[in-house]
T-cell receptor
Framework: GQQLNQSPQSMFIQEGEDVSMNCTSS?????WLWYKQDPGEGPVLLIA?????ELTSNGRLTAQFGITRKDSFLNISASIPSDVGIYFC???????????FGPGTRLSVLP | EAGVAQSPRYKIIEKRQSVAFWCNPI?????LYWYQQILGQGPKLLIQ????????DSQLPKDRFSAERLKGVDSTLKIQPAKLEDSAVYLC????????????FGSGTRLTVV
């Protein structure tokens, strides 16, 4: 089945720094979602992307749908302590019925 | 609107025992999903319902897992008998449409099998 890879696996940054993470696959996807999961909670949808090349922002978060349709990127600008959590990408292929989730990127923000 | 409700939040059982989890989706959401999230991994789909019918249960270990959504609203997921490797968070999610553009997840049930 389709598999998603996320990098980096984890990252430690200073408060105020910008963050970049990505999600890649060997399969083509026609929808990408980015979720954030806080400890003890379910994932919360951050951004949804539906077209190759699409760039979408949600506050300090910006995500892009890669033009090859095999990857997606998430950037967080001016990180703050509440950005701490695990960020998951999820993709949907043309023939898939459900979203496949990546293994996540764990973000830690140091004061 | 109220979110996806799940109970219990935590459960500890011994191996070979049985356990059941309950989910009440967002009102009006026809599609309901159960996901298993093992520590350090992303959620993995177990079963998808559209109203009270099963759409996809290809990854559900049917020898021990079962799920139902009898009236097309709330749902239960059962494990019988449980194994150590079933220790995970079980997440319920719902969406308005099938292949929904983003799911809303509940807070999950953390199961520990000892």
């Amino acid at each position: 089945g389709q598999q998603l890879n996320q990098s980096p696996q984890s990252m430690f940054i200073q408060e105020g720094e910008d963050v970049s993470m990505n999600c890649t696959s060997s399969s083509i996807f026609n929808t990408w979602l980015w979720y954030k999961q806080d400890p003890g909670e379910g994932p919360v949808l951050l951004i949804a992307l539906y077209k190759a090349g699409e760039l979408t922002s949600n506050g300090r978060l910006t995500a892009q749908f890669g033009i090859t349709r095999k990857d997606s990127f998430l950037n967080i600008s001016a990180s703050i302590p509440s950005d701490v959590g695990i960020y998951f990408c999820a993709g949907l292929t043309n023939y898939g019925q459900n979203f496949v989730f990546g293994p996540g990127t764990r973000l830690s923000v140091l004061p | 609107e109220a979110g996806v409700a799940q109970s219990p939040r935590y459960k500890i059982i011994e191996k070979r025992q049985s356990v059941a989890f309950w989910c009440n989706p967002i009102s009006g959401h026809a599609t309901l999903y159960w996901y298993q999230q093992i520590l350090g991994q992303g959620p993995k789909l177990l079963i998808q319902f559209q109203n009270n019918g099963v759409v996809d249960d290809s990854q559900l270990p049917k020898d021990r897992f079962s799920a139902e959504r009898l009236k097309g609203v709330d749902s239960t997921l059962k494990i019988q008998p449980a194994k150590l490797e079933d220790s995970a968070v079980y997440l319920c999610a719902s969406s308005l449409v099938r292949r929904g553009y983003g799911y809303t997840f509940g807070s999950g049930t953390r199961l520990t099998v000892v």
